[in-house]
Structure formats: C-alpha cells, structure tokens
C-alpha cells in the first residue's frame, strides 16, 4: 500500500476557515434558539463533525488532526469567552465545556472517517 501525499497547506487553511464559517453558522444557530434547548448542542457539533470528517476522507493520514484544525475556532473563541467572564469574577465554565465537547466529536468523527478511508481499497467505487 503506497502512503498518500501530507494533505497540502492550502487544505489545511481551508479547514481553518470552514471552522471559521461554521462559528458564524453556530452564532445564527445560538440567536435562533434557546441556549438551553438540548438540541442545541447536536446542531453545533453536526456541522464541525461532518466538516473534520470530510477533510479527513480525503486526507486519512492527518485524520484526527482535522477536528483540531476545524473546531478551533470555536474553541479559542469560547476560550476567550471564558477568559473573559473569569476576569469579570463571573466564572462561568460552561462555554468552555462546549467547545471541548465540539472539539471532541470533530475529532472522533475525524478519526472514524480516516479509518474508514484507510480500510477501504483505493481503487474500490461505492455507489450509494
């Protein structure tokens, strides 16, 4: 089995800037629903989850480094977030909770397409 080429830097940006673009998405999701709906956390980690996944199809090799790459956004940004309610004396570790159970499932999800990719023969076509 020939090992693939290291995903390019240009992928790598992209990945960063789909998380980017999936934090402006998660905004809009925040404003149009309650923050404690229970199904607000499934419609945040769904799209950076499905993003890592994607990239790491195509580039099985970095496979869990993907969900870093894509959920970084929302966590330094809720890492700020959290920074900043410290430093108010309001501590408040809930938004940082968030981001690393975003992190988490972009990583695993990550990771299982990765693996996926890489038990599946490279000439092998699925028509689904």
Request: proline share 5%.
């Amino acid at each position: 089995m020939t090992s693939r080429p290291a995903a390019p830097r240009v992928a790598r940006v992209l990945a960063y800037l789909a998380g980017a673009g999936l934090l402006a998405f998660t905004f809009g999701v925040l404003l149009a629903l309650n923050a404690d709906d229970p199904v607000l956390m499934l419609v945040t980690v769904t799209p950076f989850a499905l993003a890592a996944a994607g990239f790491a199809s195509f580039w099985p090799e970095d496979s869990w480094r993907w969900g870093l790459r894509v959920s970084a956004a929302i966590v330094l940004f809720l890492a700020w977030t959290s920074m900043a309610f410290w430093l108010n004396s309001r501590i408040d570790l809930v938004p940082m909770g968030r981001a690393l159970v975003v992190a988490l499932a972009a990583c695993l999800a990550a990771a299982l397409a990765g693996r996926l990719r890489r038990a599946t023969p490279s000439g092998t076509r699925h028509d689904f």
